[in-house]
């Protein structure tokens, strides 16, 4: 009985002592395990901590990024198309008149319907300006753009192709006319095309553009290696890329254009309203990534000054440079004489007045067109 009083009260404490020092060791020894096994973030980044938040279980190293972007924006490796048998083609973008007013529908009062009609013309049926290859021309529509216009530029011979809005919710702009531009992003998932050139809708032709699936810069390049160029939170980098346009110019410009003259206030800054793409789902998935970093590219020009960003020259994905006969933004009539191929201008309000005649010129010799064979079909 003795011998019990006297070992109870101590040798408890001493069992739970030793089950408390264990308990101590294998804590440490686990702790010691994980800072030494575990590697530590290159760099502290805010972006990065929201988008492992917003994109929850997708790691920024591994495949599941791109299969949460495929989850989230709808994406498909492939989208058909009637009747696109062709390697190259053309397209652009086209969104609902936010100007129009209930049950206005008219060809008269969307201005950029009648200059995408102007295009769909010009790329298809006008002897001076048609692709000889019969290379398609898609039109890449927003959801209120009406079944009337989606009709009429079927008959007029464009492919018209609706695809779901990339909206990141911070992009934001005060050009209600820009509002949808993001969706500019989709024609990348038509991977059925080897090479796309886009123009933006209010674009007139002077002839063919089809030589220029041709140009050197269309060419599909490696991506650079460049460390300090490539952040964690973005999605990887396809293994090849095509990106080729022209730089923004000066309103007041030589044709053609050199640095010497001063004609770009800044070279390396591509205008997103012409230029040549590879269709490519892991380029489309980088794209959706840089959406999901708010304030990683200035969303005053929203796709823009994200292919800028995507494609700065400083960066492991450059764009490069078409041969300036290409395309002129704020054309002049030098530009028209000297025979440059496509004038990004507004065919009702040029900026250089004197081509509003070669300009709408086009408009009504178009609605020419397509009333007289709109009426022998009728007869």
């Known amino acids: 009985m003795s011998s019990y009083r006297s070992s109870s009260p101590f040798s408890g404490r001493r069992s739970s002592r030793a089950y408390i020092c264990l308990y101590v060791a294998v804590t440490v020894v686990l702790f010691f395990a994980i800072f030494v096994y575990t590697p530590l973030p290159n760099r502290l980044d805010g972006h990065r901590d929201a988008i492992v938040e917003q994109l929850k279980d997708a790691t920024l190293d591994n495949i599941p990024v791109e299969v949460t972007l495929k989850s989230n924006y709808g994406l498909k490796d492939s989208v058909s198309l009637e009747g696109t048998k062709s390697k190259y083609a053309y ?7 936010s100007e129009a007013t209930a ?51 079927r008959r007029d011979g464009a492919i018209v192709w609706e695809a779901p809005a990339l909206d990141a919710g911070w992009i934001k702009t005060d050009v209600s006319t820009w509002q949808n531009v993001m969706s500019k992003l989709r024609l990348w998932q038509l991977t059925q095309f080897e090479r796309i050139c886009f123009l933006d809708g209010d674009t007139i032709l002077t002839k063919s553009l089809d030589d220029i699936f041709d140009d050197p810069a269309v060419t599909a390049r490696g991506i650079d290696d460049r460390p300090e160029a490539t952040l964690a939170d973005e999605a990887r980098l396809p293994s090849e890329y095509v990106f080729a346009g022209v730089p923004e110019g000066e309103v007041s410009h030589h044709y053609p254009p050199t640095e010497d003259h001063h004609d770009w206030p800044n070279i390396n800054y591509l205008n997103a309203g012409f230029f040549v793409l590879q269709p490519s789902m892991p380029l489309l998935e980088y794209y959706i990534s840089l959406t999901t970093l708010p304030d990683r590219f200035n969303p005053h020009l929203p796709e823009q000054n ?15 440079q078409l041969d300036t006969k290409w395309n002129m933004h704020y054309p002049t009539v030098e530009d028209l004489a000297g025979g440059v191929a496509s004038l990004h201008e507004k065919w009702w309000a040029p900026v250089n007045a004197d081509l509003a005649p070669f300009l709408q010129a086009w408009r009504w010799r178009m609605e020419g067109y397509w009333e007289a064979r709109d009426t022998l079909a009728a007869r």
């Open 103 to 153: 049950g206005d529908d008219t060809i008269n009062h969307d201005k950029y319907f009648v200059a995408t009609r102007i295009l769909a013309y010009q790329l298809l049926h006008a002897r001076e300006t048609r692709t000889n290859s019969d290379y398609p021309f898609v039109v890449l529509v927003t959801p209120d753009v009406s079944k009337a216009k989606r009709d009429r530029l």
């Open 306 to 320: 994200l292919l800028n960003y995507a494609h700065r020259r400083t960066g492991n994905m450059a764009w490069r």
């Open 91 to 97: 397209a652009t973008f086209l969104a609902g008149d």
